[in-house]
Every structure is written in C-alpha cells, then in structure tokens.
C-alpha cells in the first residue's frame, strides 16, 4: 500500500472502493467521466480490476497522497460502510474533496429508517458502521 503521490494527470475520476469496476462503467456512461483510476485497500480487488483492464491501484483512501484539484470528481458507491469508524468516513470524504475540482459522488445505504427499526427490535447490517462482515 502505497503513501507516495500518485499521478493523476491521465485521470478525470478517481473511484475509491473500487472493487470490480462497476462504479467506474457508471462514472463513464452517467457522470461524463473519460478516464477513471480504481483505489481499493483489498490487493485482489486492485488485481482483479486490472486483469479486467481498468486502471487500479492498491490503497487506503483515508492516507493517500493527493495532489489537490486534480481530478475532477470522486466516487464513493457503498465503500463508506464498510470503513471501521465515523472518523475514518469523515478522512475518506475529506481525501476526495481534496483531489476533485468539481463534485463527489457519495452512495451507499441509507440510514434514514434506524430509529424506527431499533424501536421494532429490528436492524440493517450496516447500521452499527460494522461493515460486511
């Protein structure tokens, strides 16, 4: 895992949790994005995305080095759940307000209906920030 600056100047997007691809496709065809690079913590994600021919590499979107405003937007597609704690998300959407210029695009699980379900005895996976375990 690498802390060292990366090379952002071939890329408009950045999509951090890469994981297979699929939010880099949707950067593409959705949000007007040319040309995106893959961050993902998980070595075999950061492999296998690029046995599928994207560009990804292996690190933590919390330490990074990023050269600020040189991307035009992030992409965040169900990754802020799976972090260990609230400090951790507010370092991840601090690392790609940093690096994007424009916007970022944050989705995930809503947590709207928590308190209700905690009033039925009930719960989402997520709703503790205990990731998919």
Known sequence: MSTE?????DYDFIDF?????????FAMARLGGQRGLGI?????????????????IEGDITKLALTGKSVR?????????HLLDLLSVEEAIKSAAH?????????????DADEFLKKQGLRFFWSYWTGHK
Do not use: W
């Open 5 to 9: 600056p990366v090379n952002l100047s």
């Open 17 to 25: 949790g890469a994981s297979k691809g699929g939010c880099i496709e």
């Open 73 to 81: 937007f992030v992409t965040m597609s169900h990754i802020l759940e």
């Open 99 to 111: 690096v994007a210029s424009d916007f970022q695009f944050i989705q995930g699980p809503f947590f």
């Open 40 to 56: 993902d913590i998980n070595t075999n994600k950061a492999e296998e995305m690029r046995r599928n021919g994207y560009d990804c």
